[in-house]
């Protein structure tokens, strides 16, 4: 009869002790458990062995087209003679004409190679594009490109939109921590010289000169004169002194 209770009571000991090793191990106390928790609370996404969502990329600003909204606009296709009255814009990136069906305002485009010209109306004024095929320039061009025609005649002067797409960075150790994908918008000048060759040139006195240096004072004259920050206008108000 001993022996049974002397049995049961070590056995109830037992159980008492390994209950009490189970909830110290399961349920932690004191500055270790602190400790524990903040490590937990301060892995993310980004840190080794944390688990989540990145969350940091924030899509994508701009677009590849020029005017990111449908203008009146006039096309001339191949070698017709007749324009097609249309509501469009330029698409930069993949060098073609974006436009709606007047009925469905489905979208559809037309290839550079395929455009002879297209006006566009923007505020009041007309802004007359052409094709960079066929035309000889100082430096071989990438790929063909729609040109702004800014003034024809003898000095012509163009502008060559671009846009160019700089992609998110910012998972890597060095990264400059863009988290946006962005379409961003440039423009390269030519002029044509007597030879009928279009060379780039820069908006500004020195660059000018350089390319017309007989007329290097009147350019002088005009820089010195104008107070326009509208350097295109700028230019123009110069070639219409030569």
């Known amino acids: 009869m001993k022996r049974i209770i002397l049995f049961t009571v070590s056995l109830f000991l037992f159980f008492c002790g390994y209950s009490q090793q189970t909830t110290t191990s399961i349920y932690q106390k004191g500055i270790s458990a602190y400790e524990n ?6 892995l993310s996404p980004y840190s080794p062995g944390g688990i989540g969502f990145d969350t940091r990329y924030q899509g994508v600003r701009g677009s590849p087209r020029m005017l990111d909204t449908l203008l009146p606009s006039f ?16 698409d930069l990136i993949s060098n073609s004409v974006i436009y709606a069906h007047p009925k469905t305002k489905k979208l559809y485009e037309v290839p550079l190679d395929a455009v002879s010209e297209i006006i566009i109306k923007k505020d009041g004024s007309e802004m007359l594009f052409r094709s960079t095929v066929g035309k000889k320039f100082d430096r071989e061009l990438r ?7 800014l003034k024809e005649g003898k000095y012509q002067f163009i502008k060559i939109p671009l846009k160019t797409f700089i992609q998110a960075s910012y998972k890597g150790a060095y990264s400059a921590d863009r988290r946006y994908d962005e379409f961003q918008s440039d423009a390269r000048y030519y002029l044509m010289n007597p030879d009928g060759i279009f060379c780039q040139i820069q908006l500004n006195r020195k660059s000018l000169a350089k390319m017309f240096p007989d007329k290097k004072e009147v350019i002088n004259q005009a820089f010195s004169e104008e107070s326009n920050p509208d350097k295109e206008a700028v230019i123009l108000s110069i070639l219409d002194k030569f």
């Open 37 to 42: 928790l903040q490590a937990i609370a301060n």
């Open 75 to 90: 096309l001339r296709i191949g070698g017709r003679d007749d324009y097609f009255e249309l509501a469009a814009d330029l």
């Open 143 to 149: 790929e063909q490109k729609f040109f702004q025609v």
